[in-house]
């Protein structure tokens, strides 16, 4: 679940929602990111990494001009340095409000999307509107990397804890991607289970992979938002093993027609693999 499920203008889960079927922009519900990062020791304006947080809408429904229903999935991408992302039930409410609303074409959708959530995120957000018959040719794939779900490691700690990380040996620089599916947090608001795969990439001494699947795990019973364990595991990464460059990659499954993928990098030229897991 996102940072944004919980609002600094009221929780909206967990309540009677109405919900509103002709358009209307003021469903959408921004909040600050800096309270979660300050948990972090992080400073907006001096942030240790760059990335972007890719959104998938798959119940767009709109109305075109002679009153038709048509349907479209739809991509976001707010930029992490956007001083807010957008509350996801907003963002669910909001989308739903297209539902009886007549738009001209995609063009029309697209730019519609693109002023209102840029305008409540404090950034431009880019949004890809694709029909059906376009959007079902990505396909689904996976990490590219190596798994390390299959290591036979005791675990016990479910709680995140940087000092589990290990180096395997501090001597010798490699370039891996690791990736698991074994990523579980719990939404803080109503616990209910997020679901997710993680792939970590990073040039640097060698982590030793029974540590980083421990670590994985131990967010297990943690409750936090989408985007703040992505950012915690960078800054715990970062810590502990000392990386030369790091990127951290997370597909969390959908909730509510939405799925939510923080990713975080400070590697040169890097960004998202555009992928859709088996479990999204």
């Keep these: 679940m ?10 909206l889960l967990g309540r009677q929602t109405e919900y509103v079927s002709v358009y209307t922009p003021s469903l959408l519900c921004p909040l600050a990111r800096e309270q979660s990062r300050q948990t ?3 400073q907006e304006g001096d942030l240790p ?14 109305l075109n001009s002679k009153g038709k229903p048509q349907v479209a999935v739809a991509e976001f991408q707010v930029p992490a340095n956007s001083p807010y992302i957008i509350e996801s039930k907003s963002f669910k409410l909001y989308l739903n409000s297209f539902n009886q609303t007549r738009f001209v074409g995609l063009n ?16 431009p957000v880019m949004v890809t509107v ?8 990505h396909g689904v794939g996976h990490f590219i990397g ?9 675990i016990d700690c479910y709680r ?14 490699v370039h891996e991607s690791l990736y698991s599916d074994l990523l579980k947090s719990n939404c803080p608001v109503t616990g209910q289970p997020d679901w997710a795969s993680v792939c970590v990439s990073y040039h640097g001494p060698k982590i030793d992979r029974e540590s980083l699947l421990k670590y994985i795990v131990s967010f297990r019973e943690h409750q936090d938002f989408h985007e703040h364990c992505v950012e915690r595991m960078f800054v715990d990464i970062s810590s502990r093993c000392q990386p030369l460059s790091l990127s951290v990659y997370a597909r969390y499954t959908r909730r509510g027609g939405l799925d939510i993928n923080p990713f975080r990098t400070n590697a040169d030229g890097d960004f ?3 992928v859709r897991l088996v479990r999204q």
């Design 272 to 274: 998202p693999l555009d």
């Design 40 to 42: 972090l020791g992080l």
């Design 2 to 11: 996102s940072t944004n499920e919980s609002s600094e203008h009221g929780h």
């Design 146 to 154: 190596e798994s390390i779900d299959e290591l036979d490691v005791d």
């Design 108 to 123: 029309d959708i697209a730019h519609t999307l693109e002023s209102d959530l840029s305008t409540a995120a404090g950034a």
């Design 130 to 137: 694709q029909p059906l018959s376009t959007a079902v040719q």
């Design 160 to 173: 995140p804890d940087a000092d589990i990380l290990q180096l395997q040996k501090p001597e010798v620089l």
């Design 49 to 62: 990494f760059r990335g972007v947080d890719v959104w998938t809408g798959y119940e767009l429904s709109w």
